[in-house]
Structure formats: structure tokens, C-alpha cells
């Protein structure tokens, strides 16, 4: 029979439900994956074993007194670590959080709690979501398990890695530029970031909030489909979050995709593509062609400066979010300096990492009198130009189909002198982040025995289509179901 | 030629910031409860402590406070109200930005009226904006500093005059505050208590030649907790600045606290630069829309403001305008004063007795008129007693005293401490009592020496322990001398 830590998270949910195993067995399984995997992998910065036996253990006794439970009981899960958890600590990646523990749950994690998931773990990111290989943690880099010697993506690199070698069914990441779907690609398994709104950010520590969203990553689409599920909807705590038409993970599995109109823009497949991803690329778009849709070139002319406004935009709101890490209430606070700018000073400097500092920097210079509407302002119009062009495009199409990352995985400290090639890792999926649109990563293919990851995005609020299409592709192909081969 | 050369003369110009907590029961973007004082951080949350991953939403009742301020203020309401995050680093602040708006405040172009010395004026006002409090910093005994964080997070309002300034005096800024205050507790915005802190003024002072176009270097003046404390800051800085020009001297741009004991400025922060506060949009809020519909009905519910009730308290009861001002001055003076004189139907004695005796009970034990335990109902009781010769204006005063001291209605007081004698027969015979033990001063007061009346009236006093109505023993006295010496 297939272990426990390969079966879906779907699987997982109804063989708990049916009592074919306990909730324990599935929790006690997974930890011993994460006890034989991390010490290859570093997913995780912090494990929280008592805490998940105790939540399995609840989940059973309800089930044998006929209670009901939670419609993801029992499902073990990692939560990316700039998602607050209350009494675990939180660190975000960051030195000048190390430590910290929140005294409150984020939405997403009380309502994962209230379904029954268990947390097994916080998973492992880049400094405050700033990066694309999670080298970026001051806790060190996880290794991609398909290739320990290279970056899994990032910053939701942990979660992505945790997901793959099967310490976890599903995690949640957060995506600002393409912080889901980039490590879900690079770690062969399905990331989505849904809809600016459609998930509550109250208790995701805040990098740039205007972009930040949180989104699920699972090794099928029906299982990210159900984690989005159980965390989406409205929440009073969370200004910008919306009173969006409830989605609804059945109705994104019925698998038709007959007369889908996918666009396919072609400033995504050109230069700086790497020729084995522009052709599963294409593999892909034909396969889906094979179903029923309908496939078509289309531009989005001003989608190739999104990677130029959101080195305004995402630094600018960050400098002001990391503000409060001043050494005065939580977090690190350094020795030395005189009076509070002092201490704040030296705080900031010994806390916060190279790339932080910097994007803070670039951040408070954007936002600077006399620079101002030369960046930030001038910023948010090329922003609403960028949202206009895929408007225009969404009146022709239903879904686009661009690569996920112009390149599989690169080697750990390959990239860490060239920040531009860093970057351009995240040029597909940054346009997504501009526009508020969803966009979901899924397996389409293998170079050198590392994955390739297909991108599908969709209109705002549309997951469902968008979540129909992968599944349909994902149905048709193989790819979602290999698995790295890793310290077994 | 030396010797006629004129002194220059300099005429001042005052701006005015004013910050008013608003009166909502929770803060501005978290569920905690807005209330001066109690324990240090013990109204905290997430939110207001800035903690990581913690998110504002938007207190709607304080941005129709606002907007029914800057209605009262005759402001152009902005169809919405839009905020912005303004970045410094503080102890007390912690998120490290401050939730405020920028570009477009709730309330723009509005006026007030003062009348001062020099007459009446109008005051024009730029802009009613919406914001959050900060913490408070301490300095502990040890010599730490530590933060208490209830206040961070009260809901902020700021009203900022227009420039050029339209004051130039002390008198002005101190009439400008007063009517301010005025108008925000008539409509129910703010509690106006300057000692606590809930209403802070920060007046710009500058001065120039007169007939002089351009204007001198500003200074900023804070810790100013009084009224009395306005009108000592401003007439002290201005003096200092002309006294400063008139050395030869410059004024530097800067802060100064205002030091009450001392009874001047003091310097405290130099601003050489201008703050760098790199505003931007907030983007945890989204705009909250102030349709037309909205700004009408709150409007509609506007009390009636102390401008239309000072109007009215001169023609209905006949008051002086400087009179009816101070009646005014909030709307619980202005409820109080109308129910005591309706109740009573002596306006005059009941503003009289509210200016003098109220005033000053108020004024020594530290209270708002709202907390005084005695009403207005006591208040017309007491003044229909001295009215109709129950008790002398002397008694009281007594009377009134305890009734403000216990809220015990002062009739019982009356009651208990005796009441006044009026009766000719039972006054007769004191005073024949009196005359038999003085003859001799009695002859005297006789034979014309109008000194030895006092003197009378003291005995008979001393003989009734205070409770002899003073008029009729004098028309007593007055008829038994007319009646000749016996
Ligand atoms: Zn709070």
C-alpha cells in the first residue's frame, strides 16, 4: 500500500473520516518523514510535534464519540513562517524575530485550526518573503529535493520543499511577486495564489501590502483546491479582503474544459525562456487543446515593466511595514547606541539581513519628498496600465498560459552575485501580483530532472476556471506524480 | 537724528494646531476601548501594539465624528475619506508610521467667528483631518523610559488653521481655543478636557515689522494644558521673539514647551530640516465613501451650535453677550444654565449664581460641570429660597457649598442648618434684648452717629448666630429710631 506521507491530502482527509486510520497514525507518519527528510532538505525552522499529537488525538476522540469534525481533520500541514501562530514562534526568516511568539493566530490559522488541519510545522522562507531561492532565511537555505545542491525557489521555498519530499500533505505560502507558484514550479508541485481580497492578510507578517497574498501549494490541484477552500472568504479583520461570491472546491474539479479560450502572451515565451521550458510550455497549451479549449497568441504590451514597478512599489511598502522592528517591544534589541535611535539603529543593523536592508533602502528612497512621483506615484499608473492590458486580454480569454519561471531550479549560491538574475526569476509571475489576479503553478514537465511548472491565470475572483483548467491538464498528463527521490 | 528715531513695531501671527480625541467607544482601528487613563497597557491589542501581521479597519463612527466637526467648522466635506501612512521612528509609536491623512483631510475651507479686545474676527480653517493617537513615553524614577499604550490607537481628530494666520494675539488664540472647544463638545466630538490631554493645542508663532509683507520665522509651542496657559505662551513667545529683533538677534525655527511654573518657553527641539515623513497611501484601508445623503442627514442632527445658542441666550433671558459666552462655553453649561432659570424663573440670578459661586466651587475642586452633584433643579430650589426670604444671600452660600459637597438637596440642608428669622415679633424681641445690654451705643446711633448701625446689626446677628434676615432687622432698627429713643 502507498505510506501515508505519498498519499494526497484529499485521501488523507477521507481515510480519517472513514476511520481507516487514526489522525495520530497520519500525524505520527509525518513526522517521522520530517525527522528522515529535514536533515536533507531544512524545510522547516521550527517542528511542533506535541502540539500536533495533541490536535490529532482531538480530532480522533471526536470522531469515535460521532462528533463532527472539521472538513480538513487530520490533515497535516505546514504553515510558511511570516503566518502568525499563536504561542509558536514566528521568525519570518529574520534574525531580528527570532524568537517571537505571536499572541494571536492568523485568520488563516484559526480557520485551518477550526477545519481540523494539524500543524505539523513552520516552514523554512526567505527573510520577510524578500527573495526567490529562500536563501535569503538567516535560519540558511533549504535544498530543492529533486537536487540537494539546488535552490528550491522562494521565498515560500520551505513550504514548497516540505510539500514535495512529503513531510507535509499541503502548506500555505504567501505570494507578492510569485512567492507560491515560483518554488511550486521549481518543486514540481501546484501553487496557487488566489485573488488580492479573496484570502484574509490579517496575521501575515506584512513585506508589501498591496501584493502580499496568501495561497495554498499540494501535490494535486483538488488539494490546493481544498485548502483554499477552508481559508478563503471575508474577514472583518482584514480591510482589504472581499465580500467575493464564495469559491467553492467541487465545482473547480468537474474537469470540462470544452471551449476554454486560453490566451497564450507571447512577451512571456521570448528571450531569457530556456528552451526546454518554452516547449513544455507549449506541450502543454496543445494538451489542453486536446481537451476542448481553444488556444491563441495575445500581447500584454505593458506587462514586461511589471518587474521595474514592483521594485518601487513592493520596497516602498515595505520600508514603512518593517518599521516597526525597532527593538522596543519584540523581536531583537541590540546592545549599544545611545537613547532610542541608538538602540534602533543598532537593533536594525544586527536584526535584519543584506537583501532586507537593501529593499528597505530603495524603499525609503522611492518614497523620498522630491523622488516621490518619480517612482512610488509614477509606479501605481504603470501598475494600472499593467491591470488594463489583462482586462483587455480576459474580455478575449478566459484564462492565459505563460511558464512559471523562465528556468528550473539554479545551483545554491549560483545567482547570490548577479541580484538581477535573481530577479528575473520572478518575471512571469510578477504581472499577476500587479493586477490582483489569480495565477496557479502546476507540474508540466522535467529538464535535467528538474521539474518545469506551467502558470494559468485567470480573471479576479475566477479561481474556479482557472483551478478547472489545471486540474483538466493535470488529469491528461503524469507530472504531478513523480516525486523526488530524497534521503528514503 | 538722534534721539526722535521710533522703536519699530511688530505685530504677530499665530497658526493653531489642534489634536481632540474623539469620543467613540473603541479606538480607531481595533476593538479596544477609548478611555483616558486606567493601568499602563491594559487596553492594548495586536492592532494598536503594531504587533507583526496585525491590520486597521476603519472606525466609521469616528469618521462621522469628523464630519460632523467639520460640518459645525463650515467645511467642504471630501467625498472620501482616504488615509495615508506618515513614517518616523518614536517609542511611542508603534508601527512606526502613524495612520493619518495627507492629500485629502475629511474637511477643508472652514471658519470660525471669536470676538476678542479687538473686535470681532473670523477664523479661517484649512483643513479637519482624521488620525490615530500615539503611545505615551515615561521616564521612570530608575531613569528607564517605558511606553504605556492605551492611548495608542484613540481616534485623532486635527484641526489646522489657514495661512497666512488670521490671529495676532494672545487674546485671539486664547478666543479661537475657547470657541473651538465649544463647539466640539456642544456637538458631542470631543470631552475638551485640555488638563488630560483629550484636547491639545500646538499655536505657530511668528512676528514681523509691521508693514512688513514677508513673514518672520516661526517657533511651535507645546505642553500648553490651560486656556490661561494659551493666552501666558502665546503673549510670552511674542514677546521673546520682538524682544529677540530688537537685539539684533534672529529667531530660530524651533519647538518650545511652555513652563508653567516658570511662566516661560523653553526650548526644546531646533528644526533644521524639515521632517522627512515619506507619506504614502495607506494600503491596509480602503477608502470609506462619504456619499452626499450621509453628509446631509448628519447635518440635519447638527445641535444647535453655541454661536446660535449665545445669540439666543441674550434675547431670550436678557444676558450680556459676555455673559451668554461663558454660558456657552459647552453645551452642559448652556443645558444647565437653561434648566436652572427655567425651573427657578430668575435668568439673572441663575447666571449670576452659575458665573460666581458655580465658577468657582468648579474651578477649586477641579470638575466639569457634569460632575457637579449638584443640578439645576438644586441650583432653582436654592435661588427660590432666597427669593421668596427663606434663607440670606449669606446662608446661602453655606447651603450651596454642602449641597456641592453631598448633592443633598439644599432645602433639607436649609432645613437642618435653621432657617432664617423674619418674623418682626421674634427679631423685636432680640433687638429689645440688644438695646437693653448697649444703651449706650444705642443713644448714640439715636443722636445720629449712622456708624453704630453695623455695630447693631453684628449683635443681633451674634444673638441669632447668623439666621436674622439682615434687611428686616435693618427696617426694624430704622423704625424704632424713627420712634425716638426710649
Ligand atoms: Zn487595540
Redesign the interface.
Known amino acids: 500500500m502507498e505510506p501515508l506521507t505519498q498519499r494526497s491530502l484529499r485521501d488523507l482527509r477521507d481515510a480519517v473520516r472513514s476511520g481507516e486510520v487514526s489522525a495520530r497514525e497520519v500525524a505520527q507518519a509525518h513526522l517521522n518523514r520530517i525527522a528522515e527528510a529535514e536533515p536533507s532538505v531544512s524545510a522547516l525552522l521550527a517542528v511542533t510535534a506535541d502540539d500536533a499529537l495533541t490536535q490529532a488525538d482531538a480530532v480522533d476522540l471526536a470522531r469515535s464519540r460521532g462528533d463532527a469534525i472539521g472538513a480538513l481533520a487530520g490533515v497535516p500541514i505546514a504553515l510558511k513562517d511570516?503566518?502568525?501562530t499563536r504561542g509558536v514562534a514566528?521568525t519570518?526568516g529574520s534574525r531580528i524575530?527570532s524568537g517571537?511568539k505571536?499572541?494571536?493566530d492568523?485568520t488563516v490559522t484559526a480557520r485551518l485550526r477550526a477545519a481540523g488541519a494539524v500543524m505539523l510545522g513552520k516552514a523554512n522562507c526567505d527573510e520577510f518573503a524578500m527573495g526567490s531561492s529562500t536563501e535569503n532565511s538567516a535560519y540558511g537555505p533549504t535544498r530543492n529535493p529533486w537536487n540537494l545542491a539546488c535552490v528550491p525557489g522562494g521565498s515560500s521555498g520551505g513550504s514548497a520543499a516540505a510539500v514535495a519530499v512529503g513531510e507535509v500533505a499541503g502548506s500555505l505560502g504567501s505570494d507578492t511577486g510569485g512567492s507560491i507558484r515560483q518554488p511550486a514550479a521549481l518543486c514540481g508541485i501546484v501553487g496557487l495564489k488566489p485573488t488580492y481580497g479573496r484570502v484574509s492578510?490579517?496575521?501575515?507578517?506584512?513585506y508589501?501590502?498591496?501584493l502580499d497574498q496568501i495561497g495554498p501549494m499540494a501535490r494535486s490541484v483538488e488539494d490546493a483546491a481544498l485548502l483554499l477552500d477552508a481559508i478563503a472568504g471575508l474577514d472583518?479583520?482584514?480591510?482589504?479582503s472581499v465580500d467575493a461570491p464564495p469559491f467553492r472546491a467541487e465545482s473547480a474539479m468537474r474537469g470540462d474544459i470544452r471551449g476554454l479560450r486560453i490566451g497564450v502572451p507571447t512577451e512571456f515565451m521570448g528571450d531569457g525562456v530556456d528552451g526546454p521550458v518554452a516547449s513544455a510550455v507549449r506541450a502543454a497549451v496543445e494538451a489542453l487543446c486536446a481537451l476542448g479549449a481553444t488556444a491563441e497568441e495575445c500581447s500584454l504590451p505593458t506587462a514586461r515593466h511589471s518587474l521595474a514597478t514592483y521594485y518601487i512599489l513592493a520596497p516602498?511598502?515595505a520600508?514603512?511595514n518593517?518599521?516597526?522592528?525597532?527593538g522596543?517591544?519584540?523581536g531583537v534589541r541590540a546592545a549599544g547606541g545611545f537613547g532610542?535611535?541608538g538602540m534602533?539603529e543598532a537593533s536594525r543593523e544586527a536584526g535584519f539581513g543584506a537583501e532586507t536592508k537593501q529593499r528597505i533602502l530603495v524603499g525609503?528612497y522611492a518614497?523620498?519628498?522630491g523622488y516621490?512621483d518619480a517612482y512610488?506615484l509614477q509606479a501605481q499608473k504603470v501598475r494600472t496600465l499593467i491591470r488594463r492590458d489583462f482586462d483587455a486580454a480576459f474580455k478575449r480569454f478566459d484564462v492565459l498560459v505563460t511558464p512559471t519561471s523562465p528556468t528550473v531550479a539554479f545551483g545554491i549560491g549560483e545567482r547570490s552575485d548577479d541580484p538581477l538574475a535573481m530577479k528575473l526569476a520572478d518575471v512571469c509571475t510578477l504581472p499577476a501580483n500587479m493586477a490582483g489576479i489569480p495565477g496557479v503553478s502546476i507540474p508540466c514537465g522535467m529538464d535535467r530532472g528538474l521539474p518545469i511548472g506551467l502558470q494559468i491565470m485567470g480573471r479576479s475572483f475566477d479561481e474556479e476556471t482557472t483551478l478547472r483548467a489545471a486540474h483538466a491538464y493535470e488529469q491528461a498528463t503524469h507530472w504531478h506524480t513523480l516525486r523526488p527521490e530524497v534521503a528514503c | 537724528m538722534p534721539g526722535t528715531q521710533v522703536e519699530t513695531r511688530y505685530v504677530g501671527s499665530i497658526g493653531m494646531e489642534v489634536h481632540a480625541e474623539l469620543l467613540t467607544e473603541s479606538k480607531m482601528f481595533c476593538g479596544c476601548r477609548n478611555a483616558f487613563g486606567g493601568e499602563p497597557n491594559t487596553r492594548c491589542c495586536p492592532v494598536c501594539l503594531g504587533l507583526p501581521g496585525s491590520l486597521p479597519v476603519a472606525n466609521r463612527l469616528a469618521v462621522e465624528l469628523v464630519v460632523r466637526a467639520a460640518l459645525a467648522l463650515n467645511c467642504a466635506i471630501s467625498p472620501i475619506a482616504k488615509f495615508d501612512r506618515k513614517n518616523y521612528f518614536y517609542p511611542d509609536l508603534p508601527k512606526g508610521y502613524q495612520i493619518s491623512q495627507y492629500d485629502q483631510p475629511i474637511g477643508s475651507g472652514g471658519w470660525l467667528d471669536i470676538e476678542s479686545e479687538a473686535g470681532p474676527r473670523r477664523v479661517h480653517i484649512r483643513r479637519v483631518h482624521l488620525e490615530e493617537d500615539t503611545g505615551k513615553l515615561m521616564h521612570l524614577p530608575t531613569g528607564d523610559s517605558a511606553v504605556d499604550y492605551n492611548r495608542s490607537g484613540v481616534p485623532l481628530m486635527e484641526i489646522v488653521t489657514e495661512f497666512p494666520p488670521d490671529m495676532s494675539s494672545a487674546d485671539e488664540a486664547r478666543a479661537y481655543l475657547v470657541k473651538l472647544r465649544a463647539i466640539l463638545t456642544c456637538i458631542g466630538v470631543s470631552d475638551g478636557k485640555m488638563e488630560q490631554g483629550s484636547l491639545r493645542c500646538e499655536p505657530n508663532i511668528s512676528v514681523r515689522p509691521e508693514g512688513s509683507a514677508a513673514f518672520g520665522t516661526k517657533t511651535e509651542i507645546k505642553n500648553l494644558n490651560s486656556f490661561r496657559a494659551v493666552h501666558r505662551g502665546v503673549q510670552h513667545e511674542l514677546a521673546r521673539q520682538v524682544a529677540l529683533l530688537r537685539r539684533g538677534d534672529r529667531v530660530a525655527q524651533e519647538t518650545r514647551g511652555w513652563n508653567e511654573a516658570r511662566g516661560e518657553t523653553v526650548l526644546q527641539r531646533v528644526k533644521e530640516v524639515e521632517q522627512e515623513y515619506r507619506y504614502f497611501p495607506e494600503p491596509d484601508l480602503m477608502p470609506v465613501h462619504i456619499d452626499d445623503a450621509r453628509v446631509g442627514l448628519i447635518r440635519a442632527r447638527l445641535p444647535e451650535l453655541p454661536d446660535a445658542a449665545r445669540v439666543r441666550l441674550v434675547d431670550q433671558y436678557g444676558l450680556s453677550p459676555a455673559e451668554a459666552d461663558l454660558l456657552t462655553q459647552t453645551a452642559a453649561w448652556t443645558a444647565y444654565f437653561e434648566r436652572a432659570a427655567g425651573l427657578c424663573g430668575n435668568a439673572r440670578a441663575t447666571a449670576n449664581w452659575m458665573m460666581g459661586e458655580l465658577a468657582r466651587l468648579l474651578n477649586a475642586a477641579n470638575l466639569e460641570i457634569e460632575q457637579c452633584k449638584a443640578g439645576p433643579e438644586a441650583l432653582a430650589d436654592l435661588l427660590a429660597m432666597v427669593e421668596n426670604g427663606r434663607i440670606s444671600g449669606k446662608m446661602a452660600k453655606g447651603v450651596w457649598e454642602a449641597a456641592f459637597e453631598t448633592g443633598e438637596a439644599p432645602a433639607a440642608i436649609a432645613a437642618r442648618q435653621g432657617e432664617q428669622i423674619s418674623d418682626a415679633d421674634a427679631l423685636g424681641a432680640v433687638l429689645d434684648s440688644v438695646i437693653a445690654a448697649q444703651p449706650d451705643v444705642w443713644q448714640a446711633l439715636c443722636a445720629g452717629d449712622e456708624k453704630k448701625l453695623t455695630f447693631m446689626v453684628g449683635q443681633i446677628m451674634k444673638q441669632t448666630r447668623g439666621k436674622a434676615n439682615p434687611g428686616e432687622v435693618n427696617r426694624l432698627l430704622r423704625e424704632r429710631m424713627a420712634g425716638g429713643a426710649q
Open positions: 511570516v503566518i502568525c514566528t519570518c524575530l517571537w505571536p499572541p494571536y492568523a492578510r490579517f496575521g501575515l507578517v506584512a508589501a501590502s498591496s472583518p479583520l482584514d480591510a482589504t516602498a511598502e520600508s514603512s518593517l518599521a516597526r522592528y525597532d522596543v517591544r519584540f532610542h535611535a534602533t525609503t518614497l523620498s519628498a516621490y512610488y
